[in-house]
């Protein structure tokens, strides 16, 4: 019998890359709160990285990994289990949108876009339109960390120093469904393969929501010059804006959907990829697959994707997203009276604040978000969490705030008055 491994006293050599602080060193979580070693407990307004839906801690989940596991651990992707089914059917019947109807799991919301994209380029080459390739994306925008995700993604630090590894896709303004034609013209339909977007913007534009008639436009646009609408749902999905999918608040239904985080809700490393038949019917036609990851449907992880989903479902907490959602926006709709605030944007339990120096002109304190990661190094010393944002052209800083859906109301009162405390003592130091 071999002892368990005695770890490290330091929590620095746990970070790839020598950072100046040490990470944290997080012993549990539980509810809405996360517990450091030796330190008071911090209130997850962030989330994480915008993940946590049914709340920290949730025995029932810990069950069901366990059962999961006490049977079948690795099953090739290309074979069913009876987990992998059972998701499946759930989503089908009781979450996606009324016409995509095939399913693709893969192991979290980078790896789901990047088959996206590569699932576009599959049905145009099975249908024969082998010269269409380039993905429209937007400015700002993020759509995950791979080559292909970031060629695709309009972040610019996180593309810093790997342009010439990227594909030349062209980007588009990030609320202008016009200059979605008018790129597709430019560039030549014939040679666009799809476009792109977040229903609301996460990590790079801090909450931006769209005009009304953005994505319906968007959506008609593509399909005149057969250009796959690709939504990118990693953030918004499974319950965040206060309905199942950020899409579903203007009626479009994509040609090609992409989930993560909200669907293991923190608790299973778990993406999506939900395609119509019409997407899928030329590469079956062609004999052909969309390759899988190693790792894709990792029969546990379905079977705790699927329990999320019925305990999203079992206590309304979507509809619970929606109500405190509604609280959120209200509280934060506060801090619009302070002068480094530019405004509150966002929907449901997605909700962010833009920062700048001069609110009359707009002027930024930085273009790269390290003013709003002071903040957010503010709002840990008085134990809560947010999600820095920004950092992407025209954006300069921003915050998300995207709790569990668990939070209450109390301790949204408690996330406005520390983010007002904690901007004034970043402007203060900066």
């Known amino acids: ?3 368990d491994p005695t770890p490290t006293s330091d929590p620095a050599a746990y970070s790839f890359v020598p950072q100046p602080e040490p990470p944290l060193l997080i012993e549990r979580t539980d509810g809405n709160y996360l517990y450091p070693r030796g330190g008071e407990p911090i209130l997850d307004a962030g989330g994480g990285a915008v993940v946590t839906n049914i709340g920290h801690g949730r025995r029932e989940i810990a069950e069901t990994a366990a059962k999961a596991l006490s049977s079948i651990d690795y099953v090739l992707p290309l074979w069913a289990t009876d987990a992998r089914l059972a998701l499946r059917d759930r989503l089908i019947e009781r979450w996606l949108p009324a016409g995509l109807s095939r399913v693709g799991l893969m192991s979290g919301g980078s790896e789901s876009v990047d088959s996206a994209i590569r699932l576009a380029r599959q049905h145009h080459v099975a249908a024969g339109r082998t010269e269409r390739w380039k993905v429209i994306g937007r400015q700002p925008s993020y759509h995950g960390a791979t080559l292909t995700t970031l060629a695709a993604g309009g972040h610019d630090g996180r593309r810093a120093g790997l342009d010439p590894l990227l594909a030349p896709f062209p980007k588009v ?10 790129t597709i013209l430019a560039e030549g ?71 993560g985080k909200g669907l293991g809700g923190g608790y299973a490393p778990i993406g999506g990829v939900y395609a119509s038949e019409a997407i899928v019917a030329p590469i079956a036609e062609a004999d052909g697959r969309v390759m899988f990851f190693t790792f894709t449907a990792q029969d546990q992880t379905c079977a705790i994707a699927e329990r999320v989903l019925s305990i999203l479902e079992d206590e309304d907490l979507i509809g619970q997203a929606a109500r405190m959602g509604d609280i959120l926006r209200t509280r934060l709709e506060e801090l619009s009276d302070h002068p480094h605030v530019s405004d509150v944007r966002g929907l449901g339990l997605l909700q962010g604040i ?16 390290s003013f709003a990661a002071s903040v957010v190094a503010e709002c840990m010393k008085r134990n809560i969490w947010v999600y820095p944002a920004g950092g992407a ?22 996330i406005v008055r520390v983010l007002r405390e904690s901007i004034d003592a970043a402007v203060s130091a900066s």
């Open 393 to 414: 052209a025209p954006v300069g800083d921003a915050l998300l705030i995207g709790p569990p859906f668990t939070i209450t109301e109390q301790e949204i009162g408690d």
């Open 354 to 369: 833009g920062l700048v120096k001069n609110k009359a002109s707009g002027e930024p304190f930085s273009t790269d978000g």
């Open 189 to 259: 339909p014939e040679t666009v393969s799809a476009f792109i977007g977040e229903p609301v913007l996460g990590a790079s534009g801090g909450g931006l929501v769209p005009d009304d008639s953005y994505w319906p436009r968007v959506a008609e646009i593509c399909r005149r010059h057969q250009v796959v609408l690709i939504v990118d749902e990693v953030m918004t999905g499974f319950g965040r804006t206060g309905k199942k999918f950020g899409i579903d608040h203007w009626g479009v239904v994509p040609d090609i959907l992409v989930g």
């Open 173 to 182: 303004a990030w609320n202008d469904a016009q200059a979605v034609e008018d």
């Open 1 to 3: 019998m071999t002892s």
